[in-house]
C-alpha cells in the first residue's frame, strides 16, 4: 500500500488515483467505528453546526448504522447539484485534486480509521471526507464554491499560488464559520468530524473570530498540529462563491509574495472582529511542533 501511496502522491492524472471503494469488505468493527464517531459527532454538533449541513446528512440519506456505500450516495448527491463522491486512497497531487473538484468529483479516502485514532488521525479517512465535506455539497452555492476552488486550484498550480490557496482552503472549507442572526455556527469540515474542536470552536474563549476577508485569509499561515488560533466568519456561502470568484487571484498571490505571513495569534488593525478570543489556549504553548502552512 505504501508504494501504491507514493505513487499515487506523484500521479499527475485523475485516472491514476482513483481506486474501488469495495464497500462489501468493511468489517463489522469498521462500521461500529463509522456508528461511534456518527453518534459522537451528531450530539456534539446539535446547536453549533449551520442547518445547511444537517440537511446535506438527510439529502443524502446518512446515518449512523453503517458505512456510506458510494454508489448509493452519489444517486443523491448528483440529483441535488451534479457532484459525485470518488474513492481514493488518502491524499493526492495538488493538479489531479483540483481538476477533480473542478469537475465536480469529489475524492473520498475509503480507509476508516482504527478505534485507537478516534480522536485525531493524520490523514483524512471516510469519516472526516464524507461526514465532514460531502453534506454541503448538497448545497448549490457551495457546491459552486467547491468547483470554483478546483478551477482557482488549477490555476493556482501555474501561478504558484497553491501555498497561497491552501489557506482559503484551511479557513474555509476545513475549518470556515457562518454567522447565522448573530451567532456563529460551524460549516468547515475539520470542525464537523473532530470531537475536541467542535466544542473548542464555539464554546472556549480562546480562539478569534474574524469576518472574511479573502486578502487577509490568504495572507494567514495556519499550524495543521492544533485546534485554530483564528477562525473567519462569513454571512453566507453566496456570499463566500462571490467573494472568491469575482477576484482575480493573480494580483492576491503577488501580495502575498511581497509580505510574511501573518500568524494566527495576532489581530491587525484592518480585521473586522467578531470575538477577540482570550488566547489562553495558546498562551503558554510549547514550540509549535509543525512549521507554519
Ligand atoms: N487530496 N484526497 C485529498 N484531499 C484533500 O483535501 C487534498 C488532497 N490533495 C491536496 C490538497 N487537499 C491540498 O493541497 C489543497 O487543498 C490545497
Ligand atoms: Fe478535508
Not at 254 to 283: H, M, N
Request: one cysteine or more; a negative charge; proline letters at 6%.
Amino acid at each position: 500500500m505504501e508504494k501504491k501511496r507514493h505513487a499515487i502522491l506523484a500521479a499527475q492524472s485523475v485516472a491514476e488515483c482513483l481506486v474501488e471503494q469495495d464497500w462489501g469488505a468493511y468489517t463489522p468493527t469498521e462500521h461500529k467505528t463509522w456508528e461511534t464517531l456518527y453518534n459522537r459527532q451528531m450530539a456534539t454538533l446539535e446547536g453549533h453546526a449551520c442547518d445547511e449541513f444537517f440537511a446535506g446528512l438527510k439529502t443524502l440519506r446518512l446515518g449512523a448504522e453503517r458505512i456510506p456505500d458510494f454508489l448509493e450516495m452519489n444517486r443523491h448527491l448528483r440529483a441535488a447539484t451534479g457532484w459525485e463522491v470518488v474513492a481514493v486512497p488518502g491524499l493526492i497531487a495538488s493538479r489531479p485534486f483540483f481538476t477533480m473538484l473542478a469537475n465536480r468529483q469529489f475524492p473520498a479516502g475509503t480507509f476508516v480509521r482504527t478505534p485507537e485514532q478516534l480522536d485525531y488521525l493524520e490523514e483524512p479517512d471516510i469519516f472526516h471526507d464524507v461526514f465532514g465535506h460531502v453534506p454541503l455539497l448538497t448545497h448549490p452555492a457551495y457546491a459552486a464554491y467547491m468547483q470554483s476552488y478546483g478551477r482557482a486550484g488549477l490555476d493556482a498550480i501555474d501561478l504558484k499560488g497553491v501555498k497561497f490557496l491552501a489557506r482559503l482552503n484551511w479557513y474555509t472549507i476545513e475549518f470556515g464559520l457562518l454567522l447565522v442572526g448573530g451567532a456563529l455556527k460551524a460549516y468547515g469540515a475539520g470542525i464537523m468530524s473532530s470531537y475536541g474542536e467542535a466544542r473548542y470552536v464555539l464554546d472556549d474563549p480562546s480562539p478569534h473570530v474574524l469576518e472574511f476577508d479573502l486578502e487577509r485569509v490568504l495572507r494567514t499561515g495556519y499550524y495543521i498540529d492544533d485546534f485554530q488560533s483564528t477562525y473567519f466568519a462569513i454571512d453566507s456561502f453566496e456570499a463566500l462563491f462571490t467573494e472568491c470568484i469575482e477576484r482575480p487571484f493573480a494580483p492576491l498571490y503577488e501580495s502575498c509574495r511581497r509580505q510574511p505571513p501573518l500568524t494566527p495569534f495576532s489581530i491587525e488593525a484592518t480585521d473586522t472582529v467578531l470575538r477577540r478570543g482570550s488566547g489562553a489556549y495558546w498562551k503558554d504553548f510549547p514550540a509549535r511542533k509543525t512549521a507554519l502552512k
